[in-house]
């Protein structure tokens, strides 16, 4: 793979969409598929600390593998020109790991592939908890008019 310097200074068109397996170093199972256009920069913010503080099933094996003095294997499994959708291939990979056999780990991916988080679906009990926790709460004067908004142009744009 290109040294660091290069992948960051790779020019837009000869940029490349890379889809990548983070593996467990313990038993050799991939864990998380994701994609990237800089795989070296990503793995880096994996591991940040910052990035770590969200809880979800990924940053909690993260780290317990950092606990242990251990770091996730990065490997490249697909290249795609970054004008091709990516997204269909990183769906594919997620989708051919998951029907792996019943003994294969689970990958720590909360959605099925491609951009944001579509195709997660959020527990009922972690919506009660934010439902919960925002109730009660004053929202700001401009946070106010930004909703308001927000609701008039979702009634003008429905009677087009």
């Known amino acids: 793979m290109r040294n660091l310097r290069q992948q960051v200074a790779q020019p837009q068109e000869h940029r490349s969409t890379f889809i990548y397996a983070l593996v467990d170093p313990r038993n050799q199972t991939i864990r998380y598929i994701g994609k ?3 795989p070296k920069i990503r793995l880096a913010t994996h591991l940040a600390p910052s990035s770590l503080k969200k ?3 990924k940053n909690h094996w993260i780290k317990c593998l950092l606990e242990l003095g251990l770091k996730p294997i990065m ?3 697909g290249e795609i020109d970054y004008r091709d959708d990516w997204t ?3 769906k594919r990979w997620i989708a051919s790991i998951r029907s792996l056999a019943p003994g ?3 990958l720590t991916n909360d959605a099925d592939g491609g951009e944001g988080i579509e195709g997660c679906v959020m527990p ?3 919506r009660r908890k934010i439902s919960q ?3 009660g709460v004053p929202k700001s004067m401009e946070a ?3 909703f308001s908004k927000g609701q008039k142009n979702r009634w003008d744009n429905a009677s087009e």
């Open 104 to 106: 294969y780990p689970p």
């Open 124 to 126: 009922e009990s972690i």
């Open 88 to 90: 269909i291939q990183e």
């Open 55 to 57: 809880p979800s099933h």
């Open 75 to 77: 490997e490249i499994i």
């Open 144 to 146: 106010r008019i930004q």
């Open 133 to 135: 926790a925002n109730r």
């Open 36 to 38: 990237s256009v800089r």
